[in-house]
């Protein structure tokens, strides 16, 4: 069974700055093409921040265009989410997302992000 352990989240005064890291354990018998970081604030719909592919496209949210960056180290299946220039309506909890190739998704528990002074 596929796991993803993120860690990273937490306190941070507007402006600021974050790094999120989720990596993939357990049993993986199918390579992972897209992975990514949805996020979900209190009252609102889960929305899509960041997708990074298995060739390195990515693609990002209109309102984190220029200050959130995706990467991901394949070997060991890991994804980052560097979140920059945060602003308190980036308050949420953030998740990261895995797609096999066997168009199988895995998702995280999630980890809170709070911008506030």
């Known amino acids: 069974q596929v796991q993803l352990v993120e860690s990273g989240g937490g306190l941070v005064q507007p402006g600021g700055s974050l790094r999120l890291s989720c990596a993939a354990s357990g049993t993986i018998f199918y390579s992972i093409n897209t992975m990514g970081w949805y996020r979900q604030a209190p009252g609102k719909q889960r929305e899509l921040v960041a997708v990074i592919t298995k060739g390195g496209s990515t693609n990002y949210a209109d309102s984190v265009k220029g200050r959130f960056t995706i990467s991901r180290v394949s070997a060991s299946d890991t994804v980052y989410l560097q979140m920059n220039s945060l602003k308190p309506e980036d308050t949420a909890v953030y998740s990261c997302?895995?797609?096999?190739?066997?168009?199988?998704?895995?998702w995280g528990q999630g980890t809170q992000v709070t911008v506030s002074s």
């Open positions: 997302y895995i797609r096999n190739s066997a168009n199988r998704d895995y």
